[in-house]
């Protein structure tokens, strides 16, 4: 009885591969359509490879192609899907693929597009229409989707991410961290924290008195504050070896570090320049509004406050100015 439902299953599969498919088990026991010599257990265009279970070959170069195509009805609620792939165990040193796709040519072309996976969705409930669907589960770290350019591969992920990328990244329109309506090029919801210079043909800051409450002209006395500030010239000092790795931010006061660091840094010429500025904790002292700590206790100088409080000194000097002129003129 079993041979006669085998004999059947087989028949229905040559059947639904068209009048012109040829079926046959070789001697080694393995199914084999349009194809001779397969190596896989079951083999249609080709004769695959005997580390898969199933091969198949589209040897038909027309336009439209598809080596395989799956369809599910859509199902009243609850999920659907229309494949599934899955590694169900290995070991602990295995290299575990769900799904791979690959569209890439041997050669490089002017013409045409290749698409490694190709995701569409719509339709659905607004706002739950996902072309690309990626999810990290379990506690160690990782990314749900990561990419990377050529010469990047993988790499250990230092935490857990919905996206790592290891290359370029561009972005055509706005791009919005922490808000989902971006106005601008780059716009930001809370604080910016950057380990290098920050480059820009100018800088805006807020200023407009709408946007302001509880405005009140700044006392005298700038001119003796100003003048008990230290400028100093200085270098930064190098972050710590074991911070950098773990993509910490860079400390002030983490002593001596080993030679060998500035290697694994970026932006070694930062560490390197010589600098002109004043020490926050000298500015905090006498100006404490214009001192602000970051999470780990660093602390920080708004300088472009600190033009305001020139300005109120440059006037405090100016009225004392004034002032010996008239003395002078009597």
Request: hydrophobic share 35%; net charge positive.
């Amino acid at each position: 009885m079993k041979k006669l439902v085998s004999i059947f299953v087989l028949g229905f599969i040559v059947l639904s591969f068209g009048a012109f498919a040829q079926l046959n088990i070789n001697s080694s026991g393995n199914v084999e359509i349009d194809t001779n010599g397969a190596a896989s257990r079951f083999s249609i265009g080709g004769v695959g490879f005997s580390n898969s279970k199933a091969y198949i070959f589209n040897s038909n170069t027309s336009s439209s192609q598809k080596g395989l195509e799956v369809s599910q009805a859509l199902t009243s609620s609850d999920w659907s899907y229309a494949t599934i792939s899955s590694v169900v165990s290995g070991s602990s040193s295995a290299k575990v693929v769900g799904v791979r796709g690959s569209g890439y040519k041997s050669a490089a072309y002017s013409t045409g597009m290749s698409f490694g996976v190709y995701g569409v969705a719509g339709n659905a409930q607004s706002g739950y229409n996902y072309g690309v669907f990626g999810q990290i589960l379990g506690t160690n770290n990782g990314a749900a989707i990561f990419g990377s350019t050529p010469g990047k591969y993988e790499t250990p992920v230092n935490g857990i991410y919905a996206g790592y990328f290891r290359g370029n990244v561009y972005v055509e329109n706005n791009l919005g961290v922490g808000l989902t309506n971006p106005g601008y090029k780059l716009e930001v919801n809370g604080d910016i924290n950057a380990m290098g210079y920050v480059r820009s043909n100018g800088v805006i800051l807020t200023s407009d008195s709408r946007k302001k409450t509880d405005i009140q002209v700044l006392k005298n006395g700038n001119l003796s504050k100003l003048n008990s500030l230290k400028v100093v010239t200085f270098k930064y000092k190098q972050p710590d070896l074991n911070a950098e790795k773990l993509d910490l931010r860079m400390q002030q006061d983490t002593g001596k570090v080993e030679s060998s660091v500035s290697s694994a840094i970026q932006n070694p010429e930062l560490y390197q320049q010589m600098q002109i500025g004043l020490l926050a904790q000298d500015l905090q002292k006498v100006y404490p509004d214009l001192v602000i700590a970051d999470k780990e206790g660093v602390l920080g100088i708004n300088y472009t406050g600190l033009v305001a409080v020139l300005v109120a000194a440059v006037k405090e000097q100016q009225t004392e100015i004034d002032a010996l002129k008239l003395q002078i003129g009597k």
